[in-house]
């Protein structure tokens, strides 16, 4: 009895973490920057030495959306599709949005400092290559375009 008791609890926590980790992908969620408005000097190096910045910088970008992918990554593709279209849609914006994309395989260190932990992750930095969201798995265009809409547009003046 206390074996089939044990392997129904085992079941339930798989199960209560299978559908947890399933709402979770694909959402994009606001991340929590530290209080220090300025990017550690270590992760600034990585993001320079990744190409990161560059861009945005060179083309009045006010923010990017970098994403990790591999060739052996299936639903990157899917990543690419959506991450592109909706960079497209933008491109009309006042400051439209940069695309990175970086191969895992070839930038783990970055990856590491922040923090893939799974393929596709996708991240939107503003310009002072902040994260301000982060995406794991495919996201959806709409919460992609919501996230960035605001950092696309110069800020509202209050005269």
């Known amino acids: 009895m206390t074996g089939i008791t044990l392997l129904i609890v085992t079941l339930l ?10 709402r979770r992908q ?6 929590r920057g530290s209080t220090d408005s300025l990017v ?6 990585l993001l320079a030495a990744a190409g990161v910045g560059s861009e ?6 006010s923010a ?8 052996w990554c299936g639903p990157c593709a899917a990543v690419r599709r959506v991450v592109g279209q909706v960079v497209q849609d933008l491109a009309d914006e006042p400051h439209p949005p940069a695309e990175v994309e970086l191969d895992i395989d070839e930038y783990p260190a970055l990856a590491k400092e922040l923090g893939v932990l799974s393929l596709p992750t996708t991240f939107i930095l503003d310009s002072d290559l ?8 495919v996201p959806a265009a709409a919460d992609l375009r919501a996230a960035l809409e605001p950092l696309s547009r110069p800020p509202a003046s209050n005269s």
Do not use: C, N, P, Y
């Open 13 to 22: 926590v798989a199960v209560a973490f299978g559908l947890w980790w399933q």
């Open 40 to 45: 550690a000097d270590e992760r600034r190096r």
């Open 130 to 137: 902040r994260e301000r969201f982060r995406v794991s798995g």
């Open 64 to 71: 990017t959306v970098l994403h990790f992918s591999a060739d």
């Open 26 to 31: 694909g959402r994009v969620r606001t991340t």
């Open 56 to 61: 945005a910088a060179a083309s009045h970008h």
